[in-house]
């Protein structure tokens, strides 16, 4: 019996810690957090704010286990994350097993080492009732908000939408960029660029300190520079340094592992906490850049080691945000002597926190900066070219330079070649090329961490969670946007002057947030009738009342009360008198019926309706594509989506159709369904273009194999590569070539499914969608999509396998009930809602939204 029970939140944490403490210690997972605010209904009591926590249904048998080794030792030590949500969970842990606060023993560390370890079990404190209030405060105050606003989303704009104290004001941010981009009004000028060549015939390539707003004033310079004597009017060359930037914090890792590495929020988070379990790095949520002295001698130690003397710099920064805790510290490698690790994946990002950690102590880089003005008197302008030279590389050594979106590529890279003031230069080439303003870019990840943190919105362990949320919720996304195009002027000087007009493509984006029509919709509503919710000096206001209440300077329940004593009549009050939200637009009327026709938010999504809701013949209806939304939509536009669906010749005996659904446009070939490629135009789609379709659909449809008479095909769907045989759908493992299944691969893929399925359920009652089934920690009940447990028998043992066998429907439906006494009542209210007409939605049959495939159809 181990006299120490020491608990931490993750299994991968245990682990390691497990291997610095001696016999006396067992270390167990709790495996995040074990309670919270029940999934049904507020939880919250909200005359006192007092939160009704339960513990969650899948860690009734962790918190079991737990209390079984609380009996067993003599003390037992919290050992979650230092964090505010690191305490809440040793409070809970506290709350549920009922430690003696004499015999529990809180210990924070911000690196998983044997040092840290150690010294923290020497230095233990008590829970800080600060830190849990201000995440109670948190966790109750989002509660409230999500729980009362989004009901009246269900009622005013459409049901199953969902709102969020950070989240919403994230999609503002969103939506609010794409009307700057769409309300921007791009202006051109003429921009001037030479390559000049000296004595030598080196080339210097220099950018005109001027442009022209009109044509003619770009082509009278040209004209003028045509027979001018271009010379060096002066040579400038200036030292600089470059300094490197602060050790990471949680943003600004998301931000350059977004840049350098192409990693999402969510993947570098991940790929951090993996880090932090196993030891490698100190604790990846801070907003500190702030490091240990142990950290400043380790690193200065390593780069003497590496690069010498002269590329040290030990030096310490200040974090610029007033919440940051300066006792934590930056992210950073817990020994800077292990330089890579086995994990491909894992290494990348150990690598850019290694070497940022490590050019944050070094030398500043020295550069030597030349400008070169090239011209003549006679001109209007001047031109410069620019260049420099790295003389000591200091930091860059370790980390290299990294542009931003918006950096010329050529600038400050060149190396210019020797001249002297008064050398005459030849023109190879002096071009103008007219260039129109580009509106601010659309918000990456990265981008958007960057500004919600600029705004104080949020902290470092929300910013991946709600970026995840708002495009689960689907109001945004990353589509790609396909460039436009447009005609521009260019001139080139070389022995004439030649001008043409020239195309160019212009605001295509891809992997850059976008707001949905439904986003667009649901901001508008929520900035119209919650403005002070969705205001951001607001929500970063709330954010440091939850700094003050973890500082003791707040009482958490009396900051909730400030905020819902004004919250809840607003809630009221909109959902009473606030007007339906549709994103209704008006494009004009059709020239065939004279009627009105709309742009708006239907029951299925974004669609055009013809015709007045109220009409005696009803109004038409057709879904918008993908790459169209309401806002932008035009009439011409609008109304070619009623030529869908359209018929084309039969093939191979079977009828031939073009259509769009839910899913987006397909083409149907008698009962089959094949998905025109994403952002092709189905209204482009001939009978040439859908035969081939077809043919690349039979191909992909045709057997690969046959097991027992019947044919196998394949194919690749959301999870991966599979195999089809007879309705069952196999998943390929890599292990496999997919591309070469050999006839044993795919017997033994088949033969395994089989048998697999074959033991998965030990009775099933199909007609009611319940079943008791094999699962990988035993047998559990499943009712729809929703999992239960079995609970034990009288004698407290549990149900064997032949015991299960023998159970009555009866019993197992009063097992359900016992978990959730709604689970069928719900499902008799969802079948008389289902039966009950909803007089105020839009007429199912209609032009272009019919009924859509299925995505397994297709």
Do not use: C
Request: charge should be neutral.
């Amino acid at each position: 019996m181990s006299k120490n029970l020491v608990i931490v939140e993750s299994p991968a944490k245990a682990k390691t810690i497990q291997k610095y403490l001696g016999k006396d210690f067992e270390v167990k997972s709790s495996f995040g957090h074990i309670r919270d605010l029940p999934k049904k209904g507020m939880g919250i009591d909200l005359t006192t704010f007092t939160p009704d926590y339960e513990v969650s249904p899948d860690k009734k048998k962790i918190v079991s286990e737990l209390k079984e080794a609380v009996k067993k030792a003599e003390t037992v030590w919290l050992a979650s994350d230092e964090d505010r949500e690191g305490e809440a969970i040793a409070w809970h842990l506290a709350q549920e097993l009922k430690l003696d606060e004499n015999n529990a023993k809180r210990i924070v560390f911000h690196e998983i080492t044997k040092n840290a370890i150690q010294k923290a079990i020497e230095n233990p404190r008590k829970i800080d009732q600060n830190l849990v209030n201000a995440q109670q405060a948190r966790r109750v105050l989002d509660r409230i908000v999500g729980f009362e606003m989004s009901p009246v989303l269900w009622k005013k704009v459409k049901t199953g939408l969902s709102a969020g104290r950070v989240q919403s004001v994230a999609v503002r941010l969103v939506v609010e960029r794409e009307l700057e981009i769409r309300n921007f009004k791009p202006v051109s000028a003429f921009k001037i660029e030479g390559t000049f060549l000296n004595e030598e015939q080196q080339e210097i390539a220099a950018k005109l300190k001027g442009d022209f707003k009109k044509e003619e004033e770009a082509e009278n310079f040209l004209t003028q520079a045509k027979d001018t004597e271009f010379k060096v009017q002066n040579v400038e060359t200036k030292p600089g340094t470059r300094s490197a930037s602060a050790p990471f914090t949680t943003s600004t890792l998301q931000q350059e592992a977004s840049s350098r590495l192409g990693y999402n929020v969510t993947t570098t988070m991940r790929l951090a906490q993996r880090l932090y379990e196993e030891g490698f790095i100190t604790y990846m949520r801070t907003d500190s850049v702030n490091l240990s002295q142990e950290a400043i001698n380790g690193a200065k130690s390593q780069i003497i080691s590496e690069f010498g003397e002269a590329y040290s710099n030990p030096r310490n920064y200040t974090t610029k945000s007033a919440s940051a805790q300066e006792a934590h510290e930056a992210i950073r490698p817990t020994d800077f002597s292990v330089k890579s690790i086995g994990d491909a994946q894992l290494n990348k990002l150990y690598q850019l926190i290694y070497r940022r950690t490590l050019a944050s102590q070094m030398s500043n880089a020295k550069i030597e900066r030349t400008v070169i003005q090239i011209g003549n008197s006679k001109l209007q302008y001047q031109f410069e070219a620019q260049g420099e030279v790295i003389i000591f590389e200091g930091f860059l050594k370790a980390y290299g330079i990294i542009k931003n979106e918006d950096e010329d590529d050529e600038d400050n890279e060149k190396i210019l070649p020797k001249v002297k003031v008064g050398e005459l230069l030849k023109y190879k080439k002096i071009e103008a090329t007219e260039k129109f303003t580009r509106p601010a870019a659309r918000y990456t990840e990265a981008g958007l961490v960057k500004k919600l943190e600029e705004l104080g919105i949020g902290r470092p362990s929300t910013y991946a969670p709600t970026i995840q949320t708002i495009q689960n919720r689907e109001y945004v996304d990353k589509r790609e946007i396909l460039p436009q195009e447009r005609e521009i002027v260019k001139m080139t000087l070389t022995k004439e002057l030649k001008k043409q007009v020239v195309t160019e493509k212009f605001g295509g984006d891809k992997n850059k947030f976008v707001p949905t029509d439904i986003g667009e919709v649901v901001n508008e509503f929520l900035t119209n009738n919650f403005a002070e919710i969705l205001d951001y000096g607001f929500t970063a206001k709330v954010e440091q009342n939850f700094d003050d209440i973890a500082n003791g300077a707040e009482k958490w329940k009396e900051v909730l009360g400030e905020f819902y004593k004004d919250f809840h009549p607003k809630i009221e009050d909109v959902e009473e008198n606030a007007d339906r939200a549709t994103g209704e637009r008006l494009l004009g009327k059709d020239p065939k019926s004279g009627k009105n026709v709309y742009a708006r938010m239907g029951r299925y999504g974004a669609m055009i309706q013809i015709g007045e809701s109220d009409d005696e013949v009803k109004p038409t209806f057709a879904s918008l594509m993908a790459t169209q939304n309401i806002a932008t939509i035009t009439l011409e536009e609008a109304l070619e989506l009623f030529k869908l669906p359209f018929e084309l010749q039969d093939y191979e005996g079977k009828p031939v159709s073009v259509a769009v659904g839910r899913f987006g446009p397909y083409i149907k070939w008698g009962e089959t369904y094949i998905s025109i490629p994403k952002l092709e135009d189905p209204l482009s789609v001939n009978q040439e273009r859908a035969e081939e379709l077809i043919k690349e659909k039979q191909l992909a449809d045709a057997p690969v194999a046959h097991y027992k008479g019947e044919p196998v095909t394949k194919g690749k769907g959301r999870f991966g590569p599979f195999i089809k045989y007879k309705d069952m759908f196999v998943n390929v493992p890599k292990k496999y070539d997919f591309e070469n299944l050999s006839q044993n691969d795919i017997q033994e893929l088949i033969e395994a499914k089989l048998e697999k399925e074959a033991n998965r359920y030990i009775q099933q009652w199909e007609k009611e969608k319940i079943s008791i089934e094999n699962g990988r920690w035993g047998p559990f009940i499943k009712f729809g999509k929703t999992n239960f447990k079995i609970p034990k028998t009288k004698d407290d043992e549990k149900y064997t396998a032949e015991d299960l066998a023998e159970v009555t429907l009866e019993e197992v439906k009063k097992w359900i009930t016992a978990q959730d006494k709604t689970a069928f009542a719900e499902k008799k209210k969802t079948a008389a809602k289902k039966a009950t007409p909803n007089k105020t939605a839009a007429p199912k049959k209609t032009v272009a939204a019919k009924k859509a495939p299925k995505k397994s159809d297709k």
